[in-house]
């Protein structure tokens, strides 16, 4: 069977990359890594060749090319059949597309006021732009999810929607967001997951800075 290549950005920075490798990662799928540090005269020189949108990620599978993390996770689940995948009940996998869906369009103010940034110690940051409605919404969304399930994941155990929720999960823990005890409890558990933990770890061991997303006081 053909190798597969998934080209990444930094682990420090890069929430699209985090989202096809969790998901690689979850399932145990090997896979080869290339990891083509953001902003840099090597990734623009590189990416060219790798990336159709010169954008990260990309997953090489043989002849075959995958661009955007959703279209790299739904190919994976298709042509594998992992076994973390979408819910099975109808209606979480109803809610659980249209929250990915969600995340992968929305959570504007969250995402450009509060990059995702895995090796800066954790520390109370102050509300910006309308990050307050994107907090209500997602504590909302994974409210009624995580009661409906039991937990301790969204839809009850490891699924498609957590993994893409996962760079969120590093920006609440963090920027010390504010969320209802339910959700906190969740992202400690998400925190703990081994790739979480893996990934994390090799953030904090990258010494690129990216300037752009790094905290400005």
Request: net charge negative; with cysteine; aromatic share 10%.
């Amino acid at each position: 069977m053909d190798q597969l290549t998934l080209i990444i950005g930094n682990k420090n920075y890069s929430s699209w990359s985090l989202r096809a490798w969790l998901y690689l990662a979850v399932n145990d799928i090997a896979f080869e890594e290339i990891r083509l540090p953001l902003d840099t005269p090597e990734f623009h020189e590189r990416i060219k060749s790798l990336s159709p949108t010169r954008c990260v990620p990309a997953l090489h599978h043989g002849e075959v090319r995958v661009w955007d993390s959703l279209a790299i996770i739904e190919y994976i689940e298709r042509q594998f059949s992992p076994a973390v995948s979408w819910p099975q009940d109808p209606v979480d996998k109803a809610t659980a597309l249209s929250a990915v869906m969600e995340m992968h369009a929305g959570f504007l103010e969250l995402r450009n006021h509060y990059p995702m940034n895995c090796r800066k110690p954790p520390f109370s940051a102050p509300l910006r732009g309308g990050v307050q409605k994107d907090l209500d919404r997602l504590d909302e969304l994974w409210s009624q999810s995580l009661i409906r399930s039991g937990g301790p994941a969204l839809f009850g155990e490891l699924s498609i929607a957590d993994v893409y929720f996962a760079p969120v999960v590093f920006r609440l823990h963090t920027y010390r967001l504010p969320v209802s005890p339910i959700c906190r409890d969740y992202v400690e558990w998400m925190l703990e997951l081994p790739q979480m933990q893996h990934w994390k770890a090799a953030g904090e061991q990258e010494v690129e800075v990216v300037e752009i997303d790094e905290w400005k006081d």
